[in-house]
């Protein structure tokens, strides 16, 4: 007998189920197999994705790539990049308003601040019922309420990152070393001080990153606020796309790219600097 063969026969000896199945165990593993491809092909079924609808919407699409070339702006090129920099304050001014209000809600969010165990369950849950609003969700409602204009796409942007931002200031704190607060309150510190001096200089990097990581995301998801009356160059784009001007739409798409990848180059250069410094 060969060592090979040896170790083979150790191995089934020490471990048998780890290299052969029994035949139960087998067929719980098919059966489970075969209802999630089940599950997933029902699914599809439900949604209307099937190979038809696939390829019928992909040969629309092809269509509508050939009359986007060659992008133009047709003149409209002030006015679009106007709408970009509303696009722009719209997502700092909603992330400023979110970052403001979150980091009280932070820190009586922080299980290491807020010790009484109900409190802490009860704050924890406002925010997850809160991030479970879609900020499209808010645009909507609070556009009837103030109007259009992008006016409505800030307070929606800051209502929908408020709750998530405290959640990412409340782990942050949570995960922050003890020594430096215990330090402080050793020397006669109080709370505030040991909050202060001993608790937002380990975690203010962290949430500074976390906060221009959002604003990146708030630019993103401006554009699609606007498309539902927030302005800004989502109203640009739809309008565009209202009335097929597709060589139009491929320039905004064209200008929105290239605005995207420079913030988001520039937010990297930051956070890194954050992280590291």
Not at 41 to 62: D, H, Q, R
Not at 242 to 269: G, K, P, T
Request: charged share 15%; net charge positive; glycine share 10%.
């Amino acid at each position: 007998m060969t060592p090979a063969t040896t170790d083979l026969a150790e191995a089934r000896r020490i471990a048998p189920h780890a290299l052969q199945r029994s035949w139960p165990e087998r067929l719980t593993r098919t059966l489970g197999l075969g209802l999630l491809a089940a599950g997933f092909v029902a699914m599809c079924i439900n949604v209307g994705f099937t190979p038809a609808a696939f390829g019928n919407g992909l040969a629309k699409l092809g269509e509508f790539l050939a009359v986007m070339f060659p992008p133009t702006a047709n003149g409209g090129e002030a006015r679009i990049l106007a709408a970009l920099g509303a696009t722009f304050a719209m997502a700092v001014a909603g992330t400023a308003l979110a970052v403001v209000a979150a980091i009280p809600l932070g820190l009586i969010g922080a299980k290491t601040v807020v010790r009484q165990p109900l409190l802490h369950f009860l704050i924890r849950r406002s925010f997850d019922v809160l991030r479970g609003i879609p900020a499209l969700v808010w645009a909507l409602m609070l556009i009837v309420a103030f109007g259009l204009g992008p006016f409505g796409g800030v307070i929606a942007l800051a209502f929908s990152d408020l709750p998530r931002l405290a959640k990412l200031y409340a782990e942050a704190l949570e995960n922050a070393e003890p020594g430096p607060q215990e330090g402080i309150r050793a020397a006669g510190g109080g709370p505030v001080a040991a909050i202060r001096f001993g608790l937002l200089p380990q975690v203010l990097p962290v949430m500074s990153s976390q906060s221009l990581y959002v604003l990146e995301a708030n630019f993103r998801n401006a554009a699609i606020l606007g498309i539902v009356g927030a302005g800004g160059i989502g109203f640009e784009l739809e309008e565009r796309i209202r009335i097929f001007a597709f060589d139009q739409v491929a320039w905004i798409v064209i200008a929105y790219v290239i605005c995207v990848m420079l913030l988001d180059m520039v937010s990297e250069r930051i956070r890194s600097r954050l992280i590291s410094g």
